[in-house]
Nanobody
Framework: QVQVVESGGGLVQPGGSLRLSCAAS????????MGWYRQAPGKQRDIIATITTAGTNYEDSVKGRFTISRDNAKNTVYLQMNSLKPEDTAVYYCKLTDYTNNYWGQGTQVTVSS
C-alpha cells in the first residue's frame, strides 16, 4: 500500500508560522490531486488546499495565509502556514489521489496558543 506520512506540526503562538510536510512512498507524478484537510475537535474534516497539474485552490479562510507546494524529487507535498490564528488549531491531514484510490496520512497536530 502507499504510505503517506505527515510531519511538521506543533505548538506556535498566534501570528507564527509552520510548514507541514507530506511524504509519499512513490512518485507524486502518479497522483492527479494532492490536498490538505483539517479537523478541529467536534467538527467535520474540511478541505483547505489542493494542488493539481492545473494549479492550486484554497478555502477562503486560509487563502492568502497558506501555500501548498510540491517537490517532485522528494516525493513531498508541503503546506506553508503563515499568520496562524487560534482557530487554525486542528489535526491536519494529507490526501493523495490517483485514478483508483485516495490515500490518507495519519495526521499531524497543529496548536495555536492564545
Amino acid at each position: 500500500q502507499v504510505q503517506v506520512v505527515e510531519s511538521g506540526g506543533g505548538l506556535v503562538q498566534p501570528g507564527g508560522s509552520l510548514r507541514l510536510s507530506c511524504a509519499a512512498s512513490r512518485s507524486i507524478f502518479s497522483f492527479h490531486t494532492m490536498g490538505w484537510y483539517r479537523q478541529a475537535p467536534g467538527k467535520q474534516r474540511d478541505i483547505i488546499a489542493t494542488i493539481t497539474t492545473a494549479g492550486t485552490n484554497y478555502e477562503d479562510s486560509v487563502k492568502g495565509r497558506f501555500t501548498i507546494s510540491r517537490d517532485n524529487a522528494k516525493n513531498t507535498v508541503y503546506l506553508q502556514m503563515n499568520s496562524l490564528k487560534p482557530e487554525d488549531t486542528a489535526v491536519y491531514y494529507c490526501k493523495l489521489t490517483d485514478y483508483t484510490n485516495n490515500y490518507w496520512g495519519q495526521g499531524t497536530q497543529v496548536t495555536v496558543s492564545s
